[in-house]
């Protein structure tokens, strides 16, 4: 049988902590921070922890980073 591949979108978006959870950036912060407010600017910086949803989802994609 095959090699399981990690999915290379996942790795250039993602980050596995050392207890599993799953880093990420922040949406909506690529274009448009003109109407954005100033909230949300603040709040979208630097990196979340996913929901436990998305990171069953986002693991799926990553076999080797567990």
Do not use: Q, W, Y
């Not at 949406?27 to 954005?36: D, L, P, Q, T, V």
């Not at 909230?39 to 979208?44: G, L, W």
């Not at 922890?49 to 986002?58: A, F, K, N, Q, W």
């Amino acid at each position: 049988m095959p090699k399981m591949k990690t999915k290379s979108s996942c790795k250039k978006r993602f980050k596995i902590t050392a207890s599993g959870k799953v880093k990420s950036a922040a949406a909506g912060k690529r274009h448009g921070m003109i109407k954005r407010s100033n909230k949300f600017i603040r709040d979208a910086r630097g990196t979340m922890v996913l929901s436990e949803p998305d990171t069953r989802i986002v693991k799926k994609f990553m076999p080797n980073s567990l």
